[in-house]
């Protein structure tokens, strides 16, 4: 009893968070407060099998593919308050009263018995008992059941199948091609070079310098180029005469004359990279 | 036949009390003797000395990296979804140390003078409560994942907790065998069913999915993909700094002794001594002899990780993913049909185990001629062209032959004049 009036406020609780919490994730976090409390409760009505199995399969199977999909959405994708089908909002709470008022109509027109607990339904051990059923009472059904799961597992992989049109390309496959596209195009054999090489800073943005002093359009990734947040090399060389200016008026200063000269860069614009 | 756990939930309030602040503390120090160990031994494979300043050993060494952790700037970014970021690593944390309940340390001992099981406590699904915790872990690494904000982080959580749950499924499926010989799943039921014969010389396939499964289940070297370097920074705590980072850390390295402690348990015969010392002295299993037992095997689980990590080279994380679910899962599966076969057989004691064996070797040589038949048929089947456009719909026609089938053509490499042997 102490468990029920404790978890059966944070149920609700969580369980009305789920309609009200703005970002998806959260109310997924939420439904599996209301699930490990579900499961806790089972525990303590002495169901220890069905305690262990809600929470790997109900909290640790759907609820966490739940969660992927809803992550792979967007970091920062709320619910969109604008309503899409006329009318919807106000149908949905007409629908809802009605589903309460059916529920509570029906479910006040029953009357249960006293509690009897599992005590005796648990006599040879919980698990044992639910085998005893499960194998023999519940066969056909259970049986069923399993393969109704794997029509529907051999359904999914027959609908994202696909027939292949080119071979798998393997790791071999993929270094052959490198150095054929070297001999016959002159691509490049080794990785792309890393931003900011010889250049004044090594963040992402930074197009590394070759040789000549040119920047390489190869080490900045196109979609910074795309978005326009590329810095260029002559922007950062600026300053060069202030620097050579300092270090030509102090050459055996050392760190100190330095520090002023680090102070004038400006701090790496991360543009947008955050997602 | 119900668990006989009557000795457990008998305990007084500071027993159990007692009982859990051991647990936590042990945890802690093996964590931190774990570090400094693992260091040491990765040290000595790759001739160098490894921390020895600080302590006898060096033994504090972990100690003071942990104080300075705790000390540093703790950084919530500013993308981060801040109550899911902070609320992320003690989920990792909490589910690690709540593991360490239902594992047996020792027999029912005088503790204090109280006569009572060395294990906090038991129940009858105490393994599947186990999984059910470590499914539970693998939340705070998806939500520090995704509550960091960052591409790297994400990316990271998504590998990791794909890859945990893979391995999940091999592991518990390597359980079974175990459940199917003890004929129980409380752990302390399991351990005093070992008391002759471990289940890891009886069960060896499951013996060693099961130690594939924890190196995957734990994220450790050569999988620890969700924190290759090279690939994705720090994976998912690219982000987290100071006291949170330390809790994903703890996390870690108390689910490796989770894993191993279970692998104990369920394989090595518990806190029984080894080598059937107890035959030749009785008191090696009673009082608090056990401990040593338990906790040198759960050490020679944790050197097998340490020495993983110092040989191997990460896996691909396609290889890796398609080893787990193409390799070991169908192994598993195929494994637990035959145990479950050869159980109900033993068990009606219907059958001589000649008799078995015949059934075996025929079945065996059965599917092996059906194994050569099956692929000559395969063979002379020839795919006549597909149709440009099946159905109507505007889709590319298949390539001449049918689709292609399994993995590319094997390399045929030309020898060429230009290019000589040392070219790499």
């Given at each position: 009893?102490i468990?029920?009036?404790?978890?059966?406020?944070?149920?609700?609780?969580a369980?009305?968070?789920?309609?009200?919490?703005?970002?998806?994730?959260?109310?997924?976090?939420?439904?599996?407060?209301v699930?490990?409390?579900?499961?806790i409760?089972y525990?303590a009505?002495?169901?220890?099998?069905?305690?262990?199995v809600?929470?790997?399969?109900?909290?640790g199977?759907?609820?966490m593919?739940?969660?992927?999909v809803l992550?792979?959405?967007?970091?920062?994708?709320?619910?969109?308050?604008v309503e899409?089908?006329?009318?919807?909002?106000v149908?949905?709470?007409?629908?809802?009263l009605?589903?309460g008022?059916?529920?509570?109509?029906?479910?006040?027109?029953?009357?249960?018995?006293?509690a009897?607990g599992?005590?005796?339904?648990n006599?040879a051990?919980?698990?044992q008992?639910?085998?005893?059923?499960?194998?023999?009472?519940?066969?056909?059904?259970?049986?069923?059941?399993?393969?109704l799961?794997?029509t529907a597992?051999?359904?999914?992989?027959?609908?994202?199948h696909r027939?292949?049109?080119?071979?798998?390309?393997?790791?071999?496959?993929?270094?052959?091609?490198r150095v054929?596209?070297?001999?016959?195009?002159?691509t490049?054999?080794?990785?792309?070079?890393?931003p900011?090489v010889?250049?004044?800073h090594?963040?992402?943005d930074?197009?590394?310098?070759?040789?000549?002093?040119?920047?390489?359009?190869?080490?900045i990734s196109?979609v910074?180029?795309?978005?326009?947040?590329v810095?260029?090399?002559?922007?950062?060389?600026?300053?060069?005469?202030?620097?050579e200016?300092?270090?030509g008026?102090?050459?055996?200063?050392?760190?100190?004359?330095?520090?002023?000269?680090?102070?004038?860069?400006?701090?790496?614009a991360?543009?947008?990279?955050h997602? | 036949?119900a668990d006989?756990?009557?000795?457990?939930?008998?305990?007084?309030?500071?027993?159990i009390?007692?009982?859990?602040v051991f647990?936590f503390?042990?945890?802690v120090?093996l964590?931190?003797?774990?570090?400094?160990?693992?260091?040491?031994?990765?040290?000595?494979m790759?001739?160098?000395?490894?921390?020895?300043?600080?302590?006898?050993?060096?033994?504090?060494?972990?100690?003071?990296?942990?104080?300075?952790?705790?000390?540093?700037?703790?950084i919530?970014?500013?993308?981060?979804?801040?109550?899911?970021?902070?609320?992320?690593?003690?989920i990792?944390?909490?589910a690690?140390?709540v593991?360490?309940a239902v594992?047996p340390?020792g027999p029912?001992?005088?503790?204090?003078?109280?006569?009572?099981?060395?294990?906090?406590?038991?129940?009858?699904v105490?393994?599947?409560?186990?999984?059910?915790i470590?499914?539970?872990?693998?939340?705070?690494?998806?939500?520090?994942?995704?509550?960091s904000?960052s591409?790297y982080?994400?990316?990271?959580?998504?590998r990791?907790?794909?890859?945990?749950?893979?391995?999940?499924?091999?592991?518990?499926?390597?359980?079974?065998?175990?459940?199917?010989?003890?004929?129980s799943m409380s752990?302390?039921?399991?351990?005093?069913?070992?008391?002759?014969?471990w289940?890891?010389?009886?069960?060896?396939?499951?013996?060693?999915?099961?130690?594939?499964?924890?190196?995957g289940e734990?994220?450790r070297?050569?999988?620890?993909?969700?924190?290759?370097?090279?690939?994705?920074?720090g994976?998912?705590?690219?982000?987290?700094?100071?006291?949170?980072?330390?809790?994903?850390?703890?996390?870690e390295?108390?689910?490796?002794?989770t894993v191993?402690?279970?692998?104990?348990?369920?394989?090595?015969?518990?806190?029984?001594a080894?080598?059937?010392?107890?035959h030749a002295?009785?008191?090696?299993?009673?009082?608090?002899?056990p401990l040593?037992?338990?906790?040198?095997?759960?050490m020679?689980?944790?050197?097998?990780?340490?020495?993983l990590?110092?040989?191997?080279?990460r896996?691909?994380?396609?290889q890796?993913?398609a080893?787990?679910?193409?390799?070991?899962?169908?192994?598993?599966?195929v494994?637990?049909v035959?145990?479950?076969?050869?159980?109900?057989?033993?068990?009606?004691?219907?059958l001589?185990?000649?008799?078995?064996?015949?059934?075996?070797?025929?079945l065996?040589v059965?599917?092996?001629?059906?194994?050569?038949?099956?692929?000559r048929?395969?063979?002379?089947d020839t795919?006549?062209?597909?149709a440009?456009?099946?159905?109507?719909?505007?889709v590319?026609?298949?390539?001449t032959?049918?689709?292609?089938r399994?993995?590319a053509?094997?390399?045929?490499?030309?020898?060429?004049?230009t290019?000589t042997?040392?070219?790499?």
């Amino acid at each position: 009893m102490i468990a029920f009036w404790i978890l059966a406020p944070i149920m609700t609780i969580a369980a009305l968070g789920i309609l009200f919490v703005r970002k998806a994730v959260h109310a997924a976090l939420l439904l599996a407060v209301v699930m490990i409390s579900l499961a806790i409760l089972y525990a303590a009505l002495d169901a220890p099998f069905l305690f262990a199995v809600q929470i790997i399969v109900y909290t640790g199977a759907i609820l966490m593919l739940f969660l992927f999909v809803l992550m792979l959405v967007g970091v920062d994708a709320s619910d969109s308050v604008v309503e899409t089908i006329r009318g919807q909002r106000v149908a949905a709470m007409i629908g809802g009263l009605l589903l309460g008022l059916v529920l509570v109509i029906g479910l006040g027109q029953i009357s249960l018995g006293t509690a009897v607990g599992l005590d005796e339904a648990n006599d040879a051990g919980n698990i044992q008992a639910l085998a005893n059923i499960l194998f023999s009472h519940y066969v056909f059904g259970f049986e069923v059941t399993s393969a109704l799961l794997i029509t529907a597992a051999v359904g999914a992989m027959v609908l994202a199948h696909r027939e292949r049109l080119t071979p798998k390309s393997t790791q071999t496959s993929l270094a052959a091609q490198r150095v054929r596209d070297y001999a016959e195009k002159g691509t490049h054999l080794g990785p792309l070079p890393t931003p900011g090489v010889y250049a004044r800073h090594n963040a992402v943005d930074t197009p590394a310098l070759l040789p000549d002093g040119t920047p390489s359009e190869a080490s900045i990734s196109r979609v910074l180029v795309a978005r326009g947040t590329v810095r260029s090399a002559p922007a950062l060389a600026d300053d060069i005469t202030v620097i050579e200016g300092q270090i030509g008026g102090a050459p055996h200063a050392g760190r100190q004359s330095e520090a002023p000269a680090t102070t004038t860069e400006t701090t790496p614009a991360t543009g947008g990279d955050h997602q | 036949m119900a668990d006989d756990l009557s000795m457990f939930g008998q305990d007084a309030w500071w027993v159990i009390g007692l009982k859990a602040v051991f647990i936590f503390l042990i945890l802690v120090l093996l964590t931190l003797f774990n570090i400094w160990w693992e260091r040491r031994v990765v040290a000595r494979m790759q001739h160098r000395i490894g921390p020895n300043v600080h302590g006898p050993f060096g033994l504090l060494q972990s100690l003071a990296d942990g104080v300075k952790l705790a000390l540093k700037e703790d950084i919530v970014p500013k993308a981060a979804d801040k109550v899911v970021f902070v609320l992320a690593p003690v989920i990792s944390a909490t589910a690690a140390f709540v593991t360490f309940a239902v594992i047996p340390f020792g027999p029912v001992v005088n503790f204090f003078g109280q006569e009572t099981p060395l294990q906090l406590t038991d129940m009858p699904v105490a393994v599947l409560f186990v999984l059910a915790i470590a499914s539970v872990g693998i939340y705070g690494i998806v939500l520090g994942g995704w509550s960091s904000g960052s591409t790297y982080s994400l990316l990271g959580g998504l590998r990791s907790s794909a890859q945990m749950i893979s391995y999940e499924v091999a592991m518990g499926l390597a359980l079974v065998a175990v459940f199917l010989y003890a004929g129980s799943m409380s752990t302390s039921e399991i351990v005093a069913a070992q008391d002759d014969l471990w289940f890891g010389l009886i069960l060896v396939p499951s013996f060693v999915i099961y130690m594939i499964a924890m190196v995957g289940e734990t994220n450790r070297a050569p999988f620890d993909l969700p924190e290759a370097e090279g690939e994705l920074v720090g994976g998912f705590h690219t982000e987290y700094s100071s006291l949170k980072f330390a809790l994903f850390f703890l996390a870690e390295y108390i689910n490796m002794a989770t894993v191993s402690a279970l692998a104990t348990t369920l394989f090595l015969g518990g806190w029984h001594a080894p080598f059937w010392i107890d035959h030749a002295w009785a008191g090696a299993n009673e009082g608090y002899w056990p401990l040593l037992w338990f906790f040198g095997k759960i050490m020679f689980f944790i050197f097998l990780f340490i020495w993983l990590r110092g040989s191997l080279p990460r896996l691909r994380y396609d290889q890796f993913m398609a080893f787990g679910w193409k390799r070991l899962i169908p192994i598993a599966l195929v494994w637990i049909v035959a145990v479950a076969t050869i159980r109900a057989i033993s068990l009606d004691g219907g059958l001589d185990r000649r008799y078995l064996m015949i059934g075996i070797g025929i079945l065996a040589v059965f599917f092996l001629v059906l194994f050569f038949i099956g692929d000559r048929a395969e063979a002379e089947d020839t795919t006549e062209p597909a149709a440009a456009t099946p159905g109507g719909f505007p889709v590319p026609p298949m390539p001449t032959g049918g689709p292609v089938r399994g993995a590319a053509q094997p390399l045929t490499f030309r020898t060429s004049s230009t290019v000589t042997g040392g070219d790499a």
